[in-house]
């Protein structure tokens, strides 16, 4: 019976083990065939790593090829103190500060949880060296502590350098400081932000197998390292010897004038290439403190200011060439005190009978007081956008400022005044210099730009910035007859006469604001220059504003001398004429 | 079940050569990385070439010890069963010895002698069986006495009970106490002492899960997802290798799992790597002769009409029998996690020398097949 029982028990045994290796069986079948895809994300999440390829920011360079941004990989250096405090805890950090110069090591190790701490950014060359030479040291001393990971890390980054300093800091503009490892991220002003999308490159992420273990190790084969899609190069239409030679004389006229601050453009009228764009204080876009940063704006585009007598060319051009005023009509200049509108209008001087010529020439407010009351309030607005004021000329920069100009049905009568000659409007300094470039190039609107081309690492130029016309304003005859009016104003007896060179004819017009500081007072002005050369076949438009003059406050004593010797300079280059 | 056939001790060793080789082949396949850096210096490369090197070299002295025991026959295991257990009660104290014991993975369960590391637990399975059968097939008057048929193997027991859980090995502890009920049942003790005793032990068991870290484990077998990152991510290594696999597997050396995602693959969860490489074309296969190994253990163990070889031959059988349903039960996340080897496949040479020599004493057994 018992012999029986044990007989059917092992044979039971026998079939139980059976039933488990079915119950397996059935569940392996579940697993791999069943719900074979229930795990499969899994699968392809765990086995996946994405690198990032970083990109270089493209360079920005002048037409020259001179670098005026380019980016530049460095390495930073990081600790990492929980593993410092769960194997080393020797005196390796004194070392690593002496290396790299760190004094406060022991704090940044302090936290002890953190596995993250800067220790110092931008090493050196020879920083880096001793960094890696330490870190084989550390390594192997790790080995014996149990650990393959040293407690300090090298970290590449990107910045953003520029070689030139100070040179069109403005126009270059700045990047801002960006997620990642990246410090020369997005533009944020200048060429830096337009052209942002040509200069950023693309960010290339390959995928690649990797392992489980902790050191993460990659096993794919061969890693296809995508052509790392750098930014694109950006060369500007800035002359950089020009900009050097126009930056410091600006800088010299503007302290010997007094003047709180300056701008100065040198462009083809012709084209709207922009050789040459400062704006005084200047601005190092290498250095990020905020003293330096709050001059980061470029004046030429974005400071509106009241032109003053600047203005009177283009309401006179416009009028002229409508017609509704000719070259010879004279008027009466009430000898330097006018009533019109509610308002008393002053010359500097007194006048009697003026042609139209001599009012430009003389720059008198009366005389444009007359002539703007003649035209009315809507021929002065329309003649004034037409010459591209209240809008924006396009330039390819951002943060362009559009100026002011009420629509003419607000103005009362003595706006219409002002307005004739260059007050109660704002204007930045681009619009008066592409406005001047209608008058020198023979009638045509243009837009300025400052960048000639974007070029891909094997010099294919990948986009063009071809000149543009925005319409004609004026005919040619009454640009060539501007020309030769505004030629005068540098002649015996204008206003512009400091701007006049002996060895060529210039053209240009002055101006002197009365600042609006609550009320117009006699203290605070703008002065201005802007004109052209040769007079008679421009080859240059220049434009010239110091800002708050204290000590020659015209626009033909401070602003008229800058364009004289940029003028200067710019005639000596051309090789065209020489200097007696 | 059939009659016991001439062949069938030597058609058993074939087979477990067979199970060795192919094993041995699926070990040696995950040190192949075809789309991966094929160079020799490769890490895994290195890892897994090692493995399955040694694992070869352990088979050929494993497959000798098998042949060894086919030839000289149980006689000396009768003779020499007490010297064994005790050797093997030795050998487990011998664990704590410092400089010859070591530990590995958090637990101390080998002992080192010059470059041959051996885990006694293995061994004492083996001896532990071998004392069973001697002690309880001359006990066969008095097996239902308490203080002559049971205590003493309770005694044994809980003396070994002890080594092993101090090596924190839970897992060779309840095969070790299954085996003992089970060949006590077998030689026909008193069934009500071994089902309260059974109930003690289980109730110890339970007690002991519920009331430490390896509840997580179970919480984790459950729901192996919401432990991903602790308890669970073997479970969940384990059955992703095994989906990976899929119908016809990944083909040898493009499984991933042994890139080091699947912790213990070489050893406890190799059958996820064959799983994953093979797929269910050959884990079926796998089942087909496991089942097919049990079977010919035990038509040759009912054959047995000599006591002391019955209960050798039985307690071979379960235990090779439990041993891989245990594992094959973790790997497919059926039982909770716990680390015990699967027999001829599994890297390690304490388990696969042990395994070889049980199948050795098994065939020499199945030679007395003819003489019935």
């Given at each position: 019976?018992?012999?029986?029982?044990?007989?059917?028990?092992?044979?039971?045994?026998?079939?139980?083990?059976?039933?488990?290796?079915?119950?397996?069986?059935?569940?392996?079948?579940?697993?791999?065939?069943?719900?074979?895809?229930?795990?499969?994300?899994?699968?392809?999440?765990?086995?996946?790593?994405?690198?990032?390829?970083?990109p270089y920011r493209g360079k920005i360079l002048t037409r020259d090829g001179t670098v005026l941004a380019e980016s530049l990989q460095v390495y930073s250096l990081y600790a990492d103190p929980k593993q410092y405090w769960s194997f080393y805890r020797d005196n390796s950090p004194q070392e690593l500060a002496r290396v790299v110069g760190v004094k406060n090591i022991h704090k940044i190790l302090s936290r002890r949880d953190v596995r993250f701490v800067w220790i110092k950014r931008r090493l050196t060359d020879r920083e880096v060296q001793e960094v890696k030479q330490l870190s084989k040291k550390v390594i192997s001393e790790g080995k014996k502590r149990g650990t393959l990971i040293p407690w300090f890390r090298l970290q590449k980054e990107f910045i953003r350098f520029y070689p030139e300093g100070e040179l069109a800091g403005q126009v270059v503009?700045?990047?801002?400081?960006?997620?990642?490892?990246?410090?020369?991220?997005?533009?944020?002003?200048?060429?830096?932000?337009?052209?942002?999308?040509?200069?950023?490159?693309?960010?290339?992420t390959i995928v690649v197998t990797r392992d489980g273990s902790r050191l993460r190790r990659i096993m794919t084969s061969r890693i296809f390292l995508p052509e790392r899609l750098n930014g694109l190069d950006v060369y500007t239409t800035i002359d950089a010897s020009l900009q050097d030679v126009v930056e410091e004389y600006l800088s010299e006229g503007v302290k010997r004038a007094g003047g709180k601050r300056g701008m100065a453009v040198v462009m083809d009228p012709h084209t709207g290439r922009i050789l040459a764009m400062a704006s005084y204080p200047f601005f190092n876009p290498n250095k990020r403190d905020r003293r330096n940063l709050k001059y980061m704006k470029n004046l030429v585009i974005s400071y509106g200011f009241e032109p003053g007598s600047v203005m009177k060319p283009f309401i006179v051009a416009g009028a002229l060439d409508d017609g509704k005023l000719s070259l010879h009509e004279r008027f009466y200049a009430e000898e330097g005190r006018y009533l019109f509108g509610g308002i008393v209008i002053h010359d500097h001087e007194k006048y009697g009978w003026l042609s139209v010529p001599e009012i430009i020439k003389y720059s008198s407010n009366i005389g444009m007081t007359k002539i703007g009351d003649k035209l009315g309030p809507e021929e002065v607005y329309r003649i004034l956008r037409k010459f591209g004021f209240g809008m924006k000329t396009g330039i390819d920069l951002w943060g362009e400022n559009p100026g002011y100009l009420r629509h003419w049905k607000n103005w009362y009568?003595?706006?219409?005044?002002?307005i004739s000659f260059g007050q109660g409007l704002k204007v930045t300094l681009i619009q008066l210099v592409t406005a001047m470039s209608v008058i020198a190039n023979g009638g045509l609107l243009v837009r300025p730009y400052v960048v000639d081309r974007v070029v891909d690492s094997s010099g294919n130029i990948v986009y063009k910035n071809d000149p543009e016309i925005k319409g004609r304003v004026i005919s040619?005859?009454?640009?060539?007859?501007?020309?030769?009016?505004?030629?005068?104003?540098?002649?015996?007896g204008g206003t512009g006469t400091e701007a006049a060179l002996p060895e060529v004819s210039v053209a240009g017009k002055t101006g002197t604001a009365q600042k609006w500081v609550g009320e117009y007072t006699r203290e605070v002005y703008t002065a201005s220059f802007v004109g052209f050369l040769p007079s008679n076949d421009p080859e240059w438009v220049l434009g010239i504003v110091v800002d708050e003059p204290e000590k020659e406050i015209y626009g033909g004593t401070a602003a008229a001398p800058i364009f004289r010797e940029i003028a200067r300079e710019l005639i000596i280059r051309s090789g065209k004429l020489t200097l007696r | 079940m059939g009659e016991c056939k001439k062949f069938d001790g030597i058609k058993l060793m074939i087979l477990v050569v067979i199970i060795f080789l192919f094993g041995l082949l699926f070990l040696y396949s995950a040190s192949v990385f075809y789309n991966y850096r094929g160079s020799m210096d490769n890490y895994f490369t290195i890892m897994w070439s090692t493995y399955a090197i040694k694992q070869f070299l352990f088979g050929i002295v494993g497959i000798s010890l098998m042949i060894l025991m086919y030839r000289i026959g149980v006689e000396p295991l009768y003779k020499y069963a007490y010297h064994l257990i005790l050797a093997g009660l030795f050998l487990m104290i011998l664990v704590f010895v410092p400089h010859v014991g070591f530990s590995a993975g958090g637990a101390t369960r080998w002992i080192r002698l010059g470059p041959v590391s051996f885990q006694?637990?293995?061994f004492?399975?083996?001896?532990?069986?071998?004392?069973?059968?001697?002690?309880?097939?001359?006990?066969?008057?008095?097996?239902?006495?308490?203080?002559?048929?049971?205590?003493?193997?309770?005694?044994?027991?809980?003396?070994?009970?002890?080594?092993?859980?101090?090596?924190?090995?839970?897992?060779?502890?309840?095969?070790?106490?299954?085996?003992?009920?089970?060949?006590?049942?077998?030689?026909?003790?008193?069934?009500?002492?071994?089902?309260?005793?059974?109930l003690l032990g289980v109730s110890i068991v339970t007690t002991a899960i519920l009331f430490t870290h390896r509840i997580d484990r179970v919480k984790a077998w459950l729901n192996p997802w919401d432990y991903a990152s602790n308890y669970g991510y073997q479970i969940i290594q384990s059955l992703v290798a095994l989906s990976n696999g899929g119908v016809t597997g990944r083909?040898?050396?493009?499984?991933?799992?042994?890139?080091?995602?699947?912790?213990?693959?070489?050893?406890?969860?190799?059958?996820?790597?064959?799983?994953?490489?093979?797929?269910?074309?050959?884990?079926?296969?796998?089942?087909?002769?496991?089942?097919?190994?049990?079977?010919?253990?035990?038509?040759?163990?009912?054959?047995?009409?000599?006591?002391?070889?019955?209960?050798?031959?039985?307690?071979?059988?379960?235990?090779?029998?439990?041993?891989?349903?245990?594992?094959?039960?973790?790997?497919?996340n059926i039982f909770p996690t716990k680390g015990l080897p699967l027999p001829f496949v599994s890297y390690g040479g304490s388990n696969l020398l042990v395994s070889f020599t049980m199948i050795g004493i098994l065939a020499s057994l199945g030679r007395k097949c003819e003489e019935m």
């Open positions: 019976m018992a012999e029986m029982m044990s007989k059917y028990l092992k044979k039971l045994l026998f079939y139980i083990y059976a039933a488990l290796f079915l119950a397996i069986w059935v569940r392996l079948y579940l697993v791999q065939v069943r719900y074979h895809d229930l795990y499969s994300h899994y699968t392809e999440k765990q086995y996946r790593r994405v690198i990032k390829v970083e503009g700045i990047t801002g400081f960006s997620t990642g490892n990246r410090y020369d991220g997005r533009g944020i002003a200048g060429i830096e932000a337009t052209y942002n999308e040509f200069l950023k490159g693309k960010e290339e009568p003595a706006d219409l005044a002002n040619e005859e009454t640009a060539r007859i501007m020309r030769r009016v505004l030629h005068l104003v540098t002649e015996k | 006694p637990s293995e004492l399975k083996l001896a532990l069986i071998t004392y069973l059968a001697r002690s309880l097939s001359g006990k066969k008057k008095v097996i239902k006495d308490f203080w002559m048929g049971f205590f003493p193997y309770m005694v044994i027991l809980g003396v070994v009970a002890v080594l092993l859980l101090l090596q924190e090995d839970i897992g060779d502890f309840v095969i070790i106490s299954y085996l003992t009920f089970l060949l006590l049942l077998i030689s026909g003790a008193e069934i009500l002492y071994i089902a309260l005793m059974s083909s040898p050396g493009a499984g991933l799992q042994q890139l080091s995602f699947l912790p213990e693959a070489h050893t406890d969860y190799i059958f996820a790597i064959i799983g994953e490489e093979g797929g269910f074309i050959v884990t079926t296969l796998f089942i087909v002769a496991f089942v097919y190994l049990l079977y010919l253990s035990f038509k040759i163990a009912l054959a047995q009409k000599n006591s002391f070889n019955m209960i050798l031959a039985i307690g071979i059988a379960s235990l090779l029998g439990i041993e891989i349903i245990i594992n094959l039960a973790v790997v497919t």
